[in-house]
């Protein structure tokens, strides 16, 4: 059981240049989503989602795409990478709906530099 | 909008003291989810603790322990007997529970230093 993982690790990209990260669980968990983390502003979230074939957008969602055609993965795609996206991602999941409590798992983020 | 306020950039406290780390929320949610998380500086997001709004007691897990206090929308994490391996970043954060309880609103984070 790997939990939720995240690739790659690292990543320097230039301006403009597109990427996907990518997140997975093995968890079954129906629930998952993407922060970001820049100093001195904690976690924001990106987009998320509750089911495979369902997105919504969080908080800071201008400048990502998502999709979900399996429960296990979540990849967040930069279609045109800028300096602003200079950031710590971190991709997380959750077994609930959100109506109760539910822990959530959160990957080991990947650390991402646009030049 | 839910909203956390952590006042602390920076906290020093000596090995084997108590020190408490404060959050503030603001929500007009009624059912609602209050976390703590660790964050060393190897990066992972660690769960420390959990409180929910309509719990009766406040939350403890060994050496944390939350105090809730519902009506001044506070929710302090108090770590007991610190150890230098406390020493990290820490998150306070929500999530409301209609239907977004896994939407979580993080605070700024306060950096704590455990000195021996």
């Known amino acids: 059981n790997a939990g939720v993982t995240q690739t790659p690790k690292f990543q320097v990209l230039k301006t403009g240049q597109s990427m996907t990260l990518q997140c997975a669980q093995d968890?079954?968990?129906?629930?998952m989503s993407w922060y970001r983390q820049d100093p001195g502003m904690g976690l924001r979230l990106i987009h998320y989602?509750?089911?495979?074939?369902?997105?919504d957008q969080g908080e800071v969602p201008n400048g990502y795409n998502v999709s979900r055609s399996t429960t296990e993965d979540f990849p967040l795609r930069l279609l045109s990478a800028a300096p602003s996206q200079t950031s710590v991602y971190f991709c997380?999941?959750?077994?609930?709906?959100?109506?109760?409590?539910?822990?959530?798992?959160f990957g080991p983020g990947t650390r991402l530099t646009v030049l | 909008a839910q909203k956390i306020t952590q006042t602390q950039p920076g906290m020093f406290v000596q090995e084997k003291e108590a020190v408490t780390l404060d959050c503030t929320y603001d929500?007009?949610?009624?059912?609602?989810?209050l976390f703590w998380y660790k964050q060393p500086s190897s990066g992972e997001m660690i769960f420390l603790i959990y409180?929910?709004?309509?719990?009766?007691q406040n939350a403890t897990e060994g050496r944390y322990s939350l105090n809730f206090q519902k009506a001044r929308k506070s929710a302090n994490l108090v770590i007991s007997a610190s150890q230098l391996g406390d020493s990290a970043m820490y998150f306070c954060?929500?999530?409301?529970?209609?239907?977004?309880?896994?939407?979580?609103?993080f605070g700024t984070g306060t950096q704590l230093k455990v000195e021996l």
């Open positions: 989602s509750v089911g495979a074939g369902i997105t």
């Open positions: 409180q929910g709004s309509y719990d009766q």
């Open positions: 968890m079954n968990h129906e629930y």
């Open positions: 929500t007009s949610d009624p059912s609602y989810g």
């Open positions: 997380a999941s959750s077994p609930g709906t959100g109506y109760t409590y539910n822990e959530q798992f």
């Open positions: 954060a929500m999530g409301v529970f209609t239907g977004g309880g896994n939407k979580l609103t």
